[in-house]
């Protein structure tokens, strides 16, 4: 079909990071082209665009989704948190230090899905360990590091939160 | 953007759907292989029916001897449920190595089914538990048998108009041993190669065993001559290769960018012993 026909847009009312938020979009516009065009929120990445890389991994709802593999329309209604609103909510301030003090972000494109993965596993499993972690982020890929440094973090993370 | 222009409707009920799929219609359930096509635009339709409203379509119960599991039911949802740890446990064991968490959060098996990727778990599990497919329509419900459902790589008996409702599997009986096998390049990747066996025994013996291989054809593909081997005899070593040698004529894969149908082949028979031998040990 030819991009030339007219599709009415449809007003998306959503919450995201805690803010209500509302816009007029195509319905085709993918959830992560919403987040990063509409709201400048460009914490979320878009690399692969047909759900392969997980660059774009947001939750909603509170579980985590891919943000092109959900359409803006499709999160009417929806809690929506990006990468912006779980760093702000100190949900996984430790994961981010052990980010850093490991060294597991290089160029830094996957680092926002890695981390929106990993606080799933790490709110579900801190205890996961090491094939576990794998199992969970093998939907996120990283081009740098070769993923010692991530798995090292998360495990990490997951065993200080045990010990509390 | 980079989907072609769409309208989009989100109905309530099935009878809304169904009124909604005369014309270009695509149903968009949990969307993980629709999406990706429409953003590749390798699919445009004018208009997507969104059935993620439609409540009816979720949920898991046991009827008697019968696990209903209602289309629009996540993929994470299975894995998490006990109903299915207990009564499905094939099912259970399989939906672990479906892709990945995020996409077992949105992905559905009402859409696993109608999409009817020969490589995909979900189709081979409901093949091997010889379970049936609910689909509406305009002229009302029908039930097809998962044998008669699957016809060709993406194609099924669902014709223009209709959806899934429901997908119905027979409760798992106390006399039968359920494994899972597959061999892929990455967790969560397509296997390329796998079986879902389902063995039903009385003792030692297996009564009727149904192993049904992903990657290994045009369909999910059930093995009858490899379960006809096995039917009569004890699971060992002679049963076991009797089976292996049976999957020549019973599978028919082909040559991918990952392996040749020989390396499928022979895959397919290593996952056999691997399932065989987990039945008979359990």
Redesign the interface.
């Known amino acids: 079909?030819?991009?030339s026909?007219e599709?009415?847009p449809?007003v998306v009312t959503a919450t995201v990071n805690g803010e209500r938020v509302s816009r007029a979009v195509?319905?085709?516009?993918?959830l992560v082209?919403f987040l990063r065009e509409e709201l400048e929120l460009t914490g979320s990445h878009v690399g692969c665009?047909?759900?392969v890389c997980?660059a774009c991994?947001v939750r909603v709802d509170g579980?985590?989704?891919?943000g092109?593999?959900?359409?803006a329309?499709?999160a009417d209604g929806a809690e929506v948190l990006t990468i912006e609103g779980l760093s702000e909510s100190g949900e996984i301030a430790d994961l981010q230090e052990n980010f850093k003090t490991r060294n597991a972000a290089q160029c830094g494109f996957c680092t926002p899905g890695m981390l929106m993965?990993a606080a799933?596993?790490l709110a579900e499993n801190p205890g996961a360990g090491r094939t576990e972690i794998?199992?969970?982020i093998?939907?996120?890929f990283c081009r740098c590091t070769g993923y010692q440094a991530i798995v090292d973090a998360i495990e990490e993370t997951g065993k200080n939160r045990g010990e509390k | 953007m980079k989907p072609a222009p769409f309208n989009y409707a989100k109905p309530s009920s099935v009878d809304e759907a169904i009124a909604l799929l005369g014309g270009d219609a695509t149903l968009l359930a949990g969307g993980q292989s629709l999406v990706a096509t429409l953003n590749m635009r390798l699919s445009a339709p004018e208009l997507l029916v969104d059935i993620n409203g439609i409540e009816e379509l979720s949920g898991i119960s046991v009827d008697g001897g019968t696990v209903r599991i209602g289309a629009l039911t996540r993929h994470r949802e299975l894995e998490r449920s006990e109903v299915i740890a207990a009564q499905a446990p094939l099912i259970a064991e399989a939906v672990p190595l479906i892709a990945h968490p995020a996409i077992r959060n949105r992905g559905t098996i009402g859409g696993s089914i109608a999409f009817a990727d020969p490589a995909a778990e979900l189709p081979a599990c409901l093949l091997a538990l010889d379970g049936t497919v609910e689909i509406a329509g305009s002229g009302g419900r029908r039930k097809v048998s998962a044998g008669e459902f699957f016809r060709g790589v993406y194609d099924t008996a669902l014709e223009d108009g209709e959806m899934i409702t429901a997908i119905e599997v027979p409760a798992a009986a106390g006399n039968q041993r359920f494994a899972v096998e597959e061999v892929a390049r990455r967790h969560g990747d397509y296997g390329m190669a796998g079986v879902m066996a389902s063995v039903t025994l009385n003792g030692a013996t297996v009564e009727a065993a149904r192993l049904v291989y992903l990657a290994a054809g045009g369909t999910p593909m059930l093995a009858e001559g490899a379960g006809a081997a096995l039917a009569g005899n004890a699971i060992d070593e002679a049963s076991i290769g009797a089976a292996q040698s049976a999957l020549k004529d019973d599978l028919d894969p082909f040559d991918d960018m990952n392996s040749t149908a020989a390396t499928k082949l022979h895959l397919a028979r290593v996952m056999t012993e691997r399932a065989l031998k987990r039945i008979a040990g359990a």
């Open positions: 079909m030819p991009d026909i599709i009415p449809v195509e319905p085709r516009m993918n082209d665009e047909h759900g997980g991994t579980t985590i989704v891919r092109c593999l959900m359409l329309v499709q993965t799933e596993l794998r199992e969970h093998s939907g996120n």
